[in-house]
Structures are given as C-alpha cells and as structure tokens.
C-alpha cells in the first residue's frame, strides 16, 4: 500500500529553468508534508516543508505547493542549478513533531548544464 | 557534533550471520529513527526511540530485528540469521521531539547479504 508516490523516476531540465517534482498521497491523515534531497553515498536532508495549514511554502529558490482536495503537492526550483542534480524525495507525517514520515519512491533531478 | 554518524558505512555477510549496526545522533536530538532503503524506494521505517524508549515498531521489523538504545544516547539495530532479502541501505535520523524541520539522517550502513 503505497501512501505516498511519485510517478516519475526521473526529470531532466536544463540549468535555469524551472524543476517540478511531483508527488500524490492517498491518506487524509497526513498533515504535514516535506521534502528531502538525497546524493549518491549520503543520506537524506531535508530541504522544505509545508503544513496544511498552508498551500504554499517559499524558502529562496525552492516553493512547495499543497493542494489538499487533490491530495497533490509539488516542489519547485526555481532557477535550476547542476548542483540541485539529485534524486528528491517527498515525505508525509501525521503531526509535525517529529512523527514517523512515509516516503515517496523519489524521483532523481537532473540538470544539464 | 557534526551529525548523525553510523557504523559500517558497508557491511557484507553471508546468509544466516547476525550483524548489528550502530548509530550515533545527534547529542541534543531525544528522538532517534530507523529506517530500510531498498534500491529505487524510499526509505521505510522500521522503529523510533524518544530516549531509551522504544515507541513504535513497524511491522517490516521481523522478530529477527532488534533495536536498542541504551541510556538514550547511541542505538544499534541488530539482525539475526540474516536472509538475502535483508540486503539494503539502513539509515538512522534523529530529531528533536519539537522539530518542525525534518529528521537529520546519517549517511547509512549499506547491508549485502551473500
């Protein structure tokens, strides 16, 4: 039972255009939604999250949309950097206290110079 | 502190060893995660410790897994009898229990089963 997924493996931009990740979950319950950035030999960090509370969140060239009805949200980079080149993974929580997350499949970025 | 550190980075064993990893969190972080990678997945979680108590299991967490994390400070994840399906990327987070940021994850002990 996947609860969270991302349909696509792979994205491929070029440097200074816009990146959009995609990411739909399938549990009302979540509340609190971020994403991660993983390179190769390293684990996850965390880059942006949002509550529902919200539907947008901003943090310089990185903007997630949630949009509850749908159950659909989306990170954007803005511009696209080579070095943003990895696979991102969204991630979903009941509470936003540090509660267990369930993750995406990921999708790996990359952006060409 | 300069973050979440585990041990191994790579582990290979044969099928039926016992192997047991450990993790270092962050010193401040009360709050200390395991979870499983497989190739092309996310992360799934296996269990979580707020101090030395173990909370919550997942059932992916088979009775040949075990966690612990004695006087609240470094966990280790122990496998019994270890099955090729073991095979993965095991990665510890720790976070604060008011942390609206996010676990930080170490780098993870990559697992072979042969």
């Known amino acids: 039972d996947q609860q969270v997924k991302q349909n696509s493996p792979s994205l491929s931009v070029q440097e200074g255009r816009i990146s959009i990740l995609n990411c739909d979950y399938t549990n009302s319950m979540f509340d609190y939604f971020l994403w991660y950035k993983k390179y190769p030999a390293e684990g996850p960090t965390f880059l942006i999250s949002i509550s529902s509370i919200k539907d947008k969140n901003e943090d310089g060239r990185f903007t997630v949309f949630l949009n509850k009805s749908a159950k659909h949200l989306s990170l954007h980079i803005v511009p696209s950097q080579p070095g943003d080149s990895a696979v991102y993974f969204c991630?979903?929580?009941?509470?936003?206290?540090?509660?267990?997350?369930?993750f995406g499949e990921g999708t790996q970025l990359t952006v060409n110079p | 502190d300069t973050g979440v550190s585990q041990d191994p980075r790579h582990k290979i064993t044969k099928r039926g060893q016992n192997v047991t990893f450990r993790c270092d969190p962050i010193s401040e972080h009360n709050r200390l995660y395991w979870y499983r990678q497989t190739l092309g997945q996310g992360p799934e979680f296996l269990t979580y410790f707020q101090n030395e108590a173990q909370l919550e299991k997942s059932r992916l967490l088979s009775d040949r897994f075990s966690a612990e994390r004695p006087k609240g400070s470094f966990s280790t994840l122990e496998i019994q009898r270890t099955e090729q399906g073991d095979s993965a990327m095991y990665l510890c987070a720790s976070s604060l229990d008011t942390s609206n940021y996010g676990y930080t994850f170490g780098s993870g002990t990559r697992l072979t089963v042969v």
């Open positions: 991630a979903a929580s009941v509470g936003a206290s540090g509660s267990r997350l369930t």
